[in-house]
């Protein structure tokens, strides 16, 4: 059965730029939730210094949860080779840090979408840094995650490989134990694409999952798309409650349940409170344990008539 983390989605800029948040004040918060595990992410503040990895992994066992995913933004696609080899060395720094919390999981983008980059060099500059640091993965126990991602909250331009046909195609690029894909199902819509029919072509390689829902405050996607050059997200777009987007979630763990798929889920929700939060974990317990059922009896549960 998936287990269930959560990511202080609502809390980025506190966490992260203004410090208004500790990092130890998002566990606290959290570990009143009914999840197993916290995704962190690699800007948050408390997170810059090493010497303080020890003391926060400590503070998240207490609190009865353990740490399974980083979130991290490399931008692999910038056409200067330097560039792109101080992202690998930030990216290796990342997965040292995911292991330090004896995490499995350490997320990987593309890059930026650059007007200059052309379509296949944009695949082969992202296919080659990822490579370069599946070695570094592999020495600490770390799995690198792509995720079909929209945007980081701080780049410039949107997400290279964005559209599904180019993420399929770098997907297929990279072989090795220790890469597979995070999927989002929201993030699909904003490509203008149907998150089912990428899922479907992906989900033998998933092996983690962002949970969220979307909506648009105001006008169309084809409006939020002309918006997408803009620092950080279009403010037309929003995340909302789990179960009350666009999203259908009983196909979506349906087709994952079929798959095999047991890994973590990690929620990115509570943009309108922490009640909001709370009401998304409630949802996708319960969606969890309709689509991957657990044997109710000792006959079911080892397989045999035990009378």
Not at 51 to 68: F, T, Y
Not at 154 to 176: G, H, K, N, T
Request: aromatic share 10%.
């Amino acid at each position: 059965m998936p287990k269930l983390a959560a990511f202080p989605k609502a809390y980025m800029d506190q966490l992260c730029v203004t410090g208004e948040m500790s990092l130890t004040q998002w566990i606290e918060m959290a570990a009143t939730l009914d999840i197993d595990g916290l995704e962190l992410y690699s800007g948050i503040r408390d997170l810059a210094e090493p010497d303080n990895w020890a003391a926060i992994s400590r503070r998240i066992e207490k609190a009865g949860l353990s740490m399974p995913m980083l979130c991290c933004s490399p931008d692999f696609t910038h056409p200067d080779p330097a560039f792109r080899q101080e992202q690998i060395e930030r990216q290796r720094g990342w997965i040292q840090m995911t292991a330090a919390f004896d995490g499995q999981y350490c997320r990987v983008l593309s890059g930026q979408r650059r007007p200059e980059v052309t379509r296949d060099d944009g695949i082969r500059f992202a296919a080659e840094s990822i490579e370069a640091c599946l070695p570094f993965a592999e020495e600490h126990g770390v799995t690198l995650i792509l995720e079909n991602h929209y945007k980081d909250n701080y780049w410039q331009y949107p997400e290279f490989a964005q559209q599904m046909d180019i993420f399929c195609d770098l997907v297929d690029r990279i072989e090795s134990p220790h890469f597979g894909v995070n999927y989002d199902p929201s993030n699909t819509f904003l490509a203008g694409e149907d998150p089912l029919e990428l899922l479907r072509r992906v989900k033998h390689r998933v092996v983690t999952m962002h949970a969220s829902d979307r909506y648009l405050v105001e006008g169309t996607l084809e409006d939020l798309r002309r918006e997408e050059d803009s620092v950080g997200y279009a403010r037309r777009l929003a995340h909302g409650e789990i179960g009350q987007g666009l999203n259908d979630y009983d196909a979506i763990f349906g087709e994952l349940a079929g798959a095999g798929f047991d890994g973590w889920i990690s929620i990115e929700d509570g943009v309108d409170g922490f009640d909001q939060l709370q009401r998304s974990v409630v949802f996708l317990r319960r969606k969890i344990a309709e689509h991957w059922p657990q044997p109710t009896d000792k006959n079911e549960l080892y397989g045999q008539d035990l009378q």
